[in-house]
């Protein structure tokens, strides 16, 4: 019954996406992967770990991302072998051999012989791992690792994975073994580059995270329970196909809204407050990265729909920007001169150019417009993490096709953040002339955050079919609330 009802569920999500059914990456893009990363070495062996199976089987497993990248294999206690030596190149997949017990609990797995099959790698014991490596270390092949690590992980001090062990074990056993740093960052260049068939995963993310966003639109209420509307979000999510929220869905009310990644998501909402949502999806791995801001009441008051058209408008100044070969600083600059300029003109802000007495790096003058702007408006490449590498990180510092990103500007003002600064003329001057406005906007939090795409010669939004023009919103949350799960309606 179970499979038949996820046939449904799927059959229903292919009608609503029609290019859902298709959603996959070919074999031979994995295999054109791998001899990608080999042509940037001279000769050498490549050992990449995958991910164990969790302990408790939770959280779920999730394919660590570099791994995923260059095998598509989704399975835990895995590892790839690559070998370059003359110009001959070669793959290898090491797998635990089939455990028919194991797998009444957790479902058929792929053994060695089938690796071929499955993943169009050949397939090798996992117990003979090592003894295949230090004879290819025995030979003076110098050893490539890719970190059994998150990109978002700090790889320099991990000591505690499989793959640090592994390495530490072969450096005691083979004290002249020659590690070569850099096969992180190279598979990392690798990635930022994003295939047809990877930009199509992330459209179709975005159009399942955009269908969440709409039901949580309609859904929002005063009285609602943070908790229910990440209900709402998930439940469609997985309804129409998507295999997992891309992170931990985030849906911050009032003083909740000031925190970038709050994700307790157990607070009532109450009238007058504004709410931020980022949530998505991943399909095929690969995941969105979507943010609205919505008025609980439906409808903003009209400080709130000043600072929300102004962090619209430095998103629409930011977009205007991007273009292959365009400098993200320039677009980033953008979107930073619109949100100074509007800060300037409600009194948040002395001047679009005044700065404060601060710390450290600003010990000569900090830009008072970042007491409101806490992160950066250009947000990050997305792909099999949802902070995934992007191209224009490295320099020149370009948009370039195949870059899939966030532009996700935010204005948050919370006046607590005077409370930290240096005790200075300068400050207690600017302190004494802004403070009562920022009382006026407490817990005024606004983030913008859309996904898109450049190609040679389009720059397209995947995440358009979510409203994000303040009439838009209001109208779409006047719209009757969708079912939710266990009946009535959100806050009943």
């Given at each position: ?8 569920l799927?059959?229903a ?7 859902l ?22 000769s050498?062996v ?7 199976e ?11 991302p ?13 590892a790839l072998l ?11 997949l090491f ?23 499955r ?7 996992l ?10 270390a025995?030979?003076?092949?110098p ?16 000591s505690?994975?499989?793959?640090a062990?592994f ?15 850099g ?10 580059r ?7 995963l992330l ?8 269908a969440?966003?709409?039901d ?19 439940g469609?999510?997985r309804?129409l ?5 891309g992170?931990g ?9 000031l925190?970038?990644?709050y994700?307790?998501n ?13 949530a ?13 801001t ?18 619209l ?12 070969g ?12 619109v ?10 802000i002395?001047s679009p ?18 007491l ?16 995934d590498?992007?191209?224009y ?5 370009q948009f370039?096709?195949?870059?899939v990103?966030?532009v996700?500007?935010?204005i948050y ?13 300068r ?9 009562p ?20 010669g389009?720059?397209e ?6 409203p ?7 109208a ?9 799960p266990?009946g009535g309606?959100?806050?009943?």
């Amino acid at each position: 019954m179970r499979a038949f009802r996820s046939t449904l569920l799927w059959a229903a999500a292919a009608l609503a996406f029609p290019a859902l059914a298709a959603a996959q990456i070919a074999p031979a893009e994995y295999a054109a992967r791998r001899d990608s990363l080999l042509a940037r070495i001279d000769s050498g062996v490549v050992v990449a770990f995958g991910a164990v199976e969790p302990v408790t089987h939770w959280p779920p497993f999730e394919q660590l991302p570099s791994f995923e990248y260059l095998t598509g294999f989704h399975e835990p206690d895995a590892a790839l072998l690559l070998v370059k030596r003359g110009g001959v190149r070669s793959a290898r997949l090491f797998l635990k051999p089939r455990n028919r017990g194991m797998e009444r609990y957790v479902g058929p797995r792929t053994g060695p012989d089938e690796s071929q099959a499955r993943t169009g790698i050949p397939g090798r014991a996992l117990a003979g791992l090592r003894g295949a490596v230090d004879s290819l270390a025995a030979a003076g092949l110098p050893l490539y690792v890719v970190s059994d690590v998150h990109t978002g992980d700090n790889a320099e001090e991990d000591s505690l994975t499989r793959g640090a062990s592994f390495v530490r074990a072969l450096r005691r056993d083979r004290p002249g073994l020659a590690v070569v740093q850099g096969a992180d960052e190279m598979v990392g260049h690798l990635r930022a580059r994003k295939s047809p068939a990877e930009a199509d995963l992330l459209r179709r993310a975005a159009e399942i995270s955009a269908a969440g966003h709409r039901d949580a639109m309609r859904a929002m209420a005063p009285g609602c329970n943070e908790g229910e509307i990440q209900a709402v979000l998930e439940g469609a999510f997985r309804r129409l196909g998507g295999e997992r929220p891309g992170y931990g869905s985030i849906v911050g009310s009032g003083p909740n809204a000031l925190a970038l990644h709050y994700d307790r998501n157990d607070r009532t909402m109450r009238a007058g407050e504004l709410v931020v949502i980022d949530a998505a999806t991943a399909l095929g791995h690969y995941s969105a990265d979507v943010t609205r801001t919505l008025p609980v009441t439906g409808r903003f008051t009209p400080d709130q729909r000043t600072v929300y058209q102004l962090v619209l408008d430095a998103q629409a100044a930011y977009v205007r920007q991007i273009r292959p070969g365009g400098a993200e600083q320039v677009a980033s600059d953008s979107g930073q001169a619109v949100v100074a300029a509007g800060l300037a003109r409600l009194g948040l802000i002395e001047s679009p150019d005044a700065t404060f007495d601060g710390t450290g790096r600003c010990a000569q003058g900090c830009p008072q417009v970042y007491l409101y702007t806490w992160h950066g408006f250009g947000g990050h490449g997305i792909g099999l993490e949802v902070h995934d590498p992007a191209q224009y990180y490295d320099d020149p510092d370009q948009f370039q096709p195949g870059d899939v990103f966030t532009v996700e500007p935010g204005i948050y003002v919370d006046p607590s953040i005077l409370d930290g600064l240096p005790d200075t003329p300068r400050n207690r001057a600017m302190i004494a002339r802004i403070r009562p406005v920022m009382q006026r906007y407490l817990n005024v939090g606004v983030r913008i955050e859309d996904n898109y795409l450049v190609t040679a010669g389009s720059v397209e939004l995947l995440s358009k079919d979510v409203p994000r023009d303040p009439d838009a919103v209001e109208a779409l949350m006047a719209e009757p609330s969708p079912p939710l799960p266990g009946g009535g309606q959100c806050g009943s």
